[in-house]
C-alpha cells in the first residue's frame, strides 16, 4: 500500500478520475469509475483511507496534464514522479516499458514480455497491467493482446473505456491510423 498524503477526484474527457500523492510522487492514479464514490472506492483501495484535499502544485500540474492526454494532447506523462515503494519488482519493470509507449502507439503483452527478456511471461504482463495503480500514467490501454485484440482491461467499461482511450489517442496499429 503506497503512503499517501492526501487525494483528489478530477475532471476529464473520459469522467471524473482520482490520484493520491506522496511529499514528492503520485501515489496513484484511478481512471472514473460509474460514480464520483466508485472512483473514490478504487482509488484508496491503493492507499488506505486518507483526506480529500487540494493537491499540491505538482500533483495540480499533473492533473492537468493527465487531463489533456485524454483529450488527445500528446504527452506521454513519462516524466512524471511515481512512488513505486509498493510495486512488485516485475510489475515495475512491465510499467517502465508501457511509460515508454508514446501516445498514439500500441504493444500486445507479447511484444512487452520480448522487451522484458520473458518472452513466455505475456500472461504475467497481463496480469502486471490489470494491478496498474498509475493509470492512465502508467499506460495499459496501450497495450493489446495479440492480433490487435483489445485484451483486458481493468477500467470500469473494460475494453470498450480501452479502445475509447486509444481513439482519443488517434492510435496507430501496424503503423496504419486507426484500430481497426
Known amino acids: 500500500m503506497a503512503r499517501a498524503l492526501g487525494f483528489c477526484l478530477f475532471d476529464t474527457a473520459i469522467g471524473a478520475c482520482g490520484i493520491a500523492w506522496t511529499g514528492d510522487a503520485l501515489a496513484a492514479v484511478q481512471l472514473p469509475e460509474a460514480s464520483d464514490e466508485g472512483t473514490r472506492r478504487r482509488l484508496l483501495r491503493y492507499t488506505g483511507e486518507l483526506e480529500e484535499t487540494a493537491p499540491p502544485r505538482f500533483v495540480s500540474d499533473a492533473i492537468a496534464r493527465i487531463q489533456a492526454l485524454l483529450e488527445g494532447a500528446r504527452d506521454d ?64 490501454h496501450r497495450v493489446l493482446a495479440a492480433g490487435g485484440r483489445p485484451g483486458g482491461f481493468s477500467a470500469e467499461g473494460g475494453a470498450l473505456t480501452k479502445l475509447k482511450m486509444l481513439e482519443i489517442e488517434r492510435a496507430r496499429f501496424g503503423g496504419q491510423p486507426g484500430l481497426f
Open 77 to 140: 506523462l513519462a516524466d512524471l514522479p511515481l512512488d513505486l515503494e509498493a510495486v512488485p519488482g516485475f510489475h515495475r519493470r512491465v510499467y517502465a516499458i508501457a511509460r515508454a509507449i508514446p501516445p498514439g502507439e500500441v504493444l500486445t503483452y507479447g511484444e512487452v514480455a520480448q522487451r522484458l527478456g520473458e518472452p513466455g511471461a505475456a500472461r504475467a504482463v497481463g496480469q502486471a497491467l490489470g494491478h496498474n495503480p498509475f493509470a492512465p500514467v502508467v499506460p495499459c
